[in-house]
């Protein structure tokens, strides 16, 4: 039976990664005769000339080359979820352009997953070479946070850089929800998967878009996706400040009534307050949170807007 790969890139700013990143890929095309190629480019709003160098992709091969442009910025996991949706392939690879996700491991990608032993072959990397030592700390604590108060497992240094068989993809996309994190939906589906390890790689070219506070904020969201254990530490601490309030005022009636009713400091009233109200807003925060993923999803928007596509 002939095998058919689909390759998903979803692009953001990468004019300069796009024209490296094309001739990578078709090397090691080149080891893999017997299978069948197609790209789908998804464009993410970008500002610069990523969709110029996709037009020029696809008048150099129509055949193999495709891509999607976005109305305007959705986000990378909204162009996944693109590219997923149209790739024909009975196999389907994620990659990233700026080749940090190595090409040359696609031929041992596709051959073990031809042996049928797995739906999945995803890479990891082996350490975190060149990445700055405050975003390494924070990239472990969210692997080891998120492992412990989620019932999916998160393999830390995953990257999105995988194949999988039709059967999983297929699965990924019946996940319709709005807020999505591909790392858990991946885990979720629950098929069986394979990591290779590698080293870390510097970009190709261009620059990254994602810093610190989008990763931050993509932690939080992976966390509310996967796990209610937030809301059950806003419950729990609310309940604890209420038993120490019940606590302190039998306590204060008691002095009261043994030493009489000594002038209360208004310091202390006013660190007591601020302390107490400061738990009730963060409470308040974590529930949020939740509302406001609610509140997205019941909107059924769609996760993007197809401004042009060949």
């Not at 989008?214 to 509310?224: A, E, K, P």
């Not at 009713?261 to 107490?276: M, N, Q, R």
Request: glycine share 8%; aromatic share 14%; proline share 5%.
């Amino acid at each position: 039976m002939s095998s058919k790969l689909s390759i998903i890139v979803p692009c953001y700013n990468e004019e300069e990664a796009i024209p490296l990143f094309y001739p990578e890929v078709e090397k090691a095309k080149e080891k893999m005769p017997e299978v069948e190629f197609e790209y789908w480019f998804v464009n993410d709003g970008s500002t610069d000339n990523t969709l110029l160098e996709l037009k020029k992709l696809n008048k150099k091969d129509p055949q193999h080359v495709h891509f999607v442009s976005f109305s305007r910025n959705f986000g990378k996991e909204a162009g996944l979820f693109c590219g997923l949706q149209r790739a024909t392939g009975n196999y389907i690879v994620v990659m990233d352009v700026d080749l940090q996700d190595p090409p040359d491991f696609l031929p041992k990608m596709h051959q073990l997953l031809a042996e049928g032993n797995y739906d999945c072959i995803g890479t990891k990397r082996a350490d975190r070479a060149g990445e700055p030592p405050i975003r390494s700390f924070f990239a472990r604590l969210f692997y080891k946070l998120i492992n412990r108060i989620s019932d999916t497992t998160i393999v830390d240094g995953a990257r999105d850089y995988r194949m999988m068989t039709r059967q999983m993809v297929n699965a990924i996309l019946s996940v319709k929800e709005y807020n999505r994190f591909s790392k858990g939906i991946f885990s979720w589906v629950g098929f069986k998967t394979k990591y290779l390890e590698y080293s870390n790689k510097e970009r190709s070219a261009g620059t990254t878009s994602w810093n610190f506070w989008n990763l931050l904020q993509y932690s939080i969201d992976g966390i509310v996706a996967f796990s209610d254990v937030p809301l059950n530490i806003a419950a729990f601490t609310g309940l604890f400040s209420f038993i120490g309030a019940g606590l302190a005022i039998i306590w204060i009636i008691t002095r009261a009534v043994i030493f009489g009713d000594p002038t209360s400091g208004w310091p202390s009233l006013v660190c007591i307050i601020l302390f107490v109200s400061g738990i009730q807003l963060f409470c308040l925060g974590i529930v949020g949170k939740y509302i406001g993923k609610i509140f997205l999803e019941v909107k059924h928007r769609p996760l993007y807007i197809v401004k042009e596509e060949k």
